[in-house]
Antibody
């Protein structure tokens, strides 16, 4: 059974960089696509992007200029960096495995952007 | 981008009721449509993939249908544990997009 766990700071200052890591256990990261999705408080779900284990990426256009997703196959981890954050980036950030659907999700990490 | 429109945005129903949630895509997405259930404070859970396939472990009272632009999620007999928010999501193309959600509340 694949398990995913997000980790990283829960508070980020405006204009700084949000960084999160997702650790995958119960299976190898060297297959499937690995994705980040976010959900502002009380709102819907927004796909941020995904990465394949070989490093190829695809990002949502509205965030593309600020987002980097990377993968470390030796640690079975993938990571999210979002630069120049504002209060609008406050959300629960989920990592998930994508195989034409999101069948495994992390529990989510609340990241608040505030000074 | 492919826009996903769910209706209704919320509904009130009683235990035992049949519930139908619809999802419409702004262009044809074939059968690349998935449904998720989300309870407060939890991650979404996959219910239905590829429009009509029941995810392993999901009760058979859940079913999905449709293709092209119009899709439905049906709960044949609503149970207490089904009160949650439901989202559709298209995988026909990137950016991957979700519907706005349907909150199912107790009547």
């Amino acid at each position: 059974q694949m398990q995913l766990q997000e980790s990283g700071p829960g508070l980020v200052k405006p204009s700084e960089t949000l960084s999160l890591t997702c650790t995958v256990s119960g299976g190898s990261i060297s297959s499937y696509f690995w994705s980040w999705i976010r959900q502002p408080p009380g709102k819907g779900l927004e796909w941020i992007g995904y990465i394949y284990y070989n490093g190829s990426t695809n990002y949502t256009p509205s965030l593309k200029s600020r987002v980097t997703i990377s993968v470390d196959t030796s640690k079975n981890q993938f990571s999210l960096k979002l630069t120049s954050v504002t209060a609008a980036d406050t959300a629960v950030y989920y990592c998930a495995m994508f195989d034409f659907w999101f069948d495994y999700w992390g529990q989510g990490a609340l990241v608040t952007v505030s000074s | 981008d492919i826009q996903m429109t769910q209706s209704p945005s919320s509904l009130s129903a009683s235990v035992g009721d049949r519930v139908i949630i619809t999802c419409r895509a702004s262009q044809s997405i074939s059968s690349f449509l998935n449904w998720y259930q989300q309870k407060p404070g939890k991650a979404p859970k996959l219910l239905i993939y590829a429009a009509s396939n029941l995810q392993s472990g999901v009760p058979s009272r859940f079913s999905g249908s449709g293709s092209g632009t119009d899709f439905t999620l049906t709960i044949s007999s609503l149970q207490p544990e089904d009160f949650a928010t439901y989202f559709c999501q298209q995988s026909n193309g990137t950016p991957l997009t979700f519907g706005g959600g349907t909150k199912v509340e107790i009547k």
